[in-house]
Nanobody
Framework: QVQLVESGGGLVQAGGSLSLSCAAS????????MGWFRQAPGKGREFVAG????????YYGDSVKGRFTISGDNAKNTVYLQMNSLTPEDTAVYYC???????????????WGQGTQVTVSS
């Protein structure tokens, strides 16, 4: 069992930036990839970004490429998401998740954190 705690969400104007953090604890053995999904009201969950601890691979959803950057601290089992050039379309609850591989992470199976709200005003 893995516990995930997200932080860093808030309200920001369009064009601004936010940085999110997610720390994994508990049964983290086998957690080789971490990343982010988001879900806007009335919409499905969308893959945002993910990374693997081995190989240094990263993957981004098309809607955030060039604007968001994922990074991590392996020693702390923590992943970050730097979000720049935010638009109102980025407004959503952002969820942290983990998996045994980046490919499985992108599948969106969870587990999930509690989420952190990001609201971008125009």
């Amino acid at each position: 069992q893995v516990q995930l705690v997200e932080s860093g969400g808030g309200l920001v104007q369009a064009g601004g930036s936010l940085s999110l953090s997610c720390a994994a604890s508990g049964r983290t053995f086998g957690t080789y990839a971490m990343g982010w999904f988001r879900q806007a009201p009335g919409k499905g969950r969308e893959f945002v970004a993910g990374m693997s601890w081995s190989g240094g691979r990263t993957y981004y959803g098309d809607s955030v490429k060039g604007r968001f950057t994922i990074s991590g601290d392996n020693a702390k089992n923590t992943v970050y998401l730097q979000m720049n050039s935010l638009t109102p379309e980025d407004t959503a609850v952002y969820y942290c998740n983990v998996a045994t591989s980046l490919e499985r992470l992108r599948g969106g199976f969870g587990p999930w954190g509690q989420g952190t709200q990001v609201t971008v005003s125009s």
